[in-house]
C-alpha cells in the first residue's frame, strides 16, 4: 500500500536526520527531545515496514546517494549555525516535509474511498506533537 511506503521513507528519513545533526546539538534537553521523536520515527517505522513485502520494502528505502545528500546537507547546514534556535526549525521543516507527502497520500485514498490506516493519522499527530514540542526552541 502506498501510504504505509510513505510512512517507511518518511520515519526513516526522520531517524537518520536525528542521526545526523545529534552530535551537533550542545543542549541537553533538546539532546534527550530528539532522541525521543527518533523513537517514536522508528516504532512507526517498524509498524508500516511490517505491512509490507520484501519488494515495497525495498521500494521504500532510501537509496544511499539520498542518504549522502541528506547527510552532507545537515553537516553543512549545522555547520553554519549549531544553535538550538536553527536545529529545532531544520527538524520542523523536515517534519513539515513529512506532513505534506503523508498528507498526499491520505487524501488519495479519500478521494478513492479507501480508508485510511490508523497508523497514517497517528503518524500526523506524532508530527503535530513533534513540532509543538521543537517549537519552545525557536
Known amino acids: 500500500m502506498k501510504i504505509m511506503r ?3 521513507r518518511n520515519t526513516a ?3 537518520q536526520s536525528v542521526d545526523n545533526i545529534i552530535d ?3 543542549n541537553e534537553r533538546l539532546k534527550g527531545i ?3 521523536q527518533k523513537k517514536s520515527m522508528e516504532d512507526y517505522y517498524k509498524k508500516a515496514a ?10 521504500a ?10 547527510k552532507a546537507g545537515v553537516k553543512m547546514n549545522v555547520g553554519f549555525n549549531n544553535s538550538s534556535s536553527h536545529i529545532a526549525s531544520m527538524m520542523i521543516d523536515g517534519y513539515n516535509m513529512g506532513i505534506e507527502s503523508v498528507q498526499k497520500c491520505i487524501n488519495e485514498l479519500r478521494k478513492d474511498g479507501v480508508e485510511v490506516p490508523s497508523l497514517a493519522t497517528e503518524l500526523m ?4 506533537k513533534c513540532i509543538k514540542v521543537l517549537r519552545e526552541y525557536l
Not at 511490517?50 to 521500494?59: P, V
Not at 528505502?61 to 541528506?70: C, I, R, S
Not at 499527530?125 to 503535530?128: Q, R
Open 34 to 36: 530528539l532522541l525521543e
Open 125 to 128: 499527530k506524532t508530527y503535530d
Open 50 to 59: 511490517s505491512e509490507l513485502s520484501e519488494h515495497e520494502l525495498e521500494d
Open 13 to 15: 528519513m526522520g531517524a
Open 24 to 26: 551537533h546539538v550542545d
Open 6 to 8: 510513505e510512512i517507511v
Open 61 to 70: 528505502k532510501t537509496n544511499p546517494m539520498q542518504q549522502f545528500m541528506l
